[in-house]
């Protein structure tokens, strides 16, 4: 199998969100079957897990949620992306199937182009009306093809009913239990720092419930996050940077609860699944997929979108979470296992 990463950022920098956490845990879960597979990112990617890593060099795209919906496709000069599929395309005899991680029009577009079977985890939901075509002609001429991540994710798709839920999955074993232990008196926020990921509603949250919010992630708007600092002071802003898996593993487990305040529809979530392996409850939006895999009242809270008030009277009931519970839905749902049983059983059509 070749699966090829997204454009937006190489693997290891967290530029690429949460895709890249997928990919990772996506050749995990496929190797331990006993599948053979390479990775190919941009270059500048660091993947000490993958068997094979195919680094190539090109011009990334900008992300899709920062554009209008009705923007036409843009290929820059030296593009990584049209540089990834002819990479791909060279090398497709080699492979049985090539899996696409890209959100990208061309990306699905180029789908029939291929002699060997080309299929696609879409990585978000629907944001852009030539995304929804290219994807749609997948689905519609060549059945199978599409996967996603969550029913929530499928249903911003009109075309939704033909996308294979696969789920996401992770590494158990690196996200240390913390149900045993009590928690700190802090909360935590893993993300992008960007505007649709709504970190100015989990910090009003924090400070009306006086906690402090240990924030996580890549700084991905730099004007975004500076404003962000000038409205809350730092006695509730604690910025601890994008770690490793298992620092951030460690240090999420310590905290009381994660706070999810989504501005769009994520498509997963894979900091709750995170959140969960580490015995933290998850206090999310009802909005996309984080909302999908909340047990309500049993790992976590699900409220209102966009309600801060919500949000502060669930982090008032945190302490009704057993966080035993947490770590039970996680190894049950998430287990590279559970994922890699639901990307081949997927995938077994199209390379028989």
């Not at 290219?134 to 929530?152: M, Q």
């Not at 970190?199 to 890549?218: I, N, T, Y």
């Not at 809270?301 to 519970?325: N, Q, W």
């Amino acid at each position: 199998m070749l699966l090829i990463s997204t454009p937006v950022g190489p693997l290891g920098t967290g530029r690429g969100g949460g895709v890249e956490l997928t990919v990772a845990n996506a050749a995990r879960a496929l190797g331990s079957r006993g599948h053979r597979v390479a990775v190919m990112a941009p270059e500048g990617s660091s993947a000490p897990w993958a068997r094979q890593l195919i680094e190539v060099a090109g011009a990334p795209p900008g992300p899709a949620q920062h554009q209008a919906r009705g923007a036409p496709a843009e290929v820059p000069p030296n593009s990584l992306l049209a540089n990834l599929f002819a990479a791909a395309r060279e090398r497709q005899g080699d492979h049985d199937v090539v899996v696409n991680f890209a959100y990208d029009w061309l990306a699905f577009y180029l789908t029939p182009f291929f002699a060997t079977p080309l299929a696609h985890v879409v990585s978000m939901g629907s944001l852009l009306d030539i995304v929804d075509e290219a994807l749609g002609a997948v689905v519609r001429d060549l059945p199978g093809r599409a996967a996603c991540h969550t029913r929530a994710q499928a249903a911003t798709f009109p075309f939704g009913g033909g996308l294979t839920v696969v789920g996401n999955g992770l590494d158990l074993a690196r996200y240390a239990d913390g149900a045993a232990r009590a928690p700190e008196d802090a909360l935590a926020w893993v993300a992008r720092i960007s505007p649709e990921k709504g970190l100015d509603d989990a910090l009003e949250a924090a400070s009306a419930a006086g906690l402090p919010l240990r924030v996580f992630g890549v700084v991905d708007d730099e004007a975004h996050w500076s404003a962000v600092r000038r409205r809350f002071p730092g006695s509730v802003l604690s910025y601890e940077g994008f770690l490793p898996t298992e620092r951030l593993a460690e240090q999420l487990g310590r905290c009381r609860a994660l706070l999810v305040t989504p501005k769009w529809e994520e498509a997963f979530g894979n900091v709750v699944a995170e959140a969960l392996a580490c015995g933290v409850p998850v206090l999310t939006y009802r909005r996309g997929g984080p909302a999908e895999l909340v047990r309500h009242g049993e790992t976590g809270f699900v409220v209102e979108p966009d309600s801060v008030a919500a949000l502060v009277e669930a982090i008032s009931r945190v302490g009704e979470v057993d966080r035993a519970a947490c770590r039970r839905q996680a190894e049950a749902e998430f287990s590279l296992e559970a994922f890699g049983e639901r990307i081949e059983r997927w995938l077994a059509p199209l390379v028989r």
